[in-house]
């Protein structure tokens, strides 16, 4: 467990020595596959790994946009970290209150399985068309 969170590290650090950006979804989804990993308690809760990760992707990215002056707007510094902040400390209770849920024990019907499997199809179809409205020409990004 130890190596896979240095390979990790290693992995995100090489990304922003190297102004990349395609390693670090990968950097984070194995951090998130080792906490994943059945081992023994876990010394921090998932709600606050779940965050502190939400929070190293968007320092990772912030420090890219960094480098490209176009990019880069004068006064944005201090209102994006604290919105950073903002949403990592939000992100903690969120996870929380989504954890609880999933202990819930509430009985179950193929209806109510049907219900949630038709929401989720119905929020990736939201999804999908803010995707295509937000390229601008109807097409998917």
């Known amino acids: 467990m130890l190596a896979g969170a240095a390979a990790a590290t290693l ?7 190297a102004a990349r950006s395609s390693p670090i979804p990968f950097s984070l989804l194995l951090l998130g596959a080792i906490y994943a990993i059945p081992e023994g308690e876990r010394a921090i809760a998932a709600p606050i790994y ?7 992707a968007e320092l990772g990215y912030w420090s890219l946009d960094e480098r490209v002056p176009q990019r880069v707007q004068a006064g944005v510094f ?3 970290l604290l919105a950073i902040l903002a ?12 954890l609880i849920a999933a202990e819930a024990d509430v009985a179950r019907s193929p209806a109510i399985t049907a219900a949630g ?3 989720v199809v119905a929020c990736v179809a939201v999804l999908a068309a803010l995707a295509r409205v937000r390229s601008g020409d109807g097409t998917p990004p």
């Open 117 to 119: 499997a038709a929401a």
């Open 87 to 98: 949403v990592s400390a939000a992100a903690i209770p969120a996870s929380a209150l989504a």
């Open 11 to 17: 992995l995100l650090s090489l990304a922003l020595a």
């Open 78 to 80: 201090t209102p994006r």
């Open 50 to 56: 779940g965050s502190a990760l939400l929070l190293t």
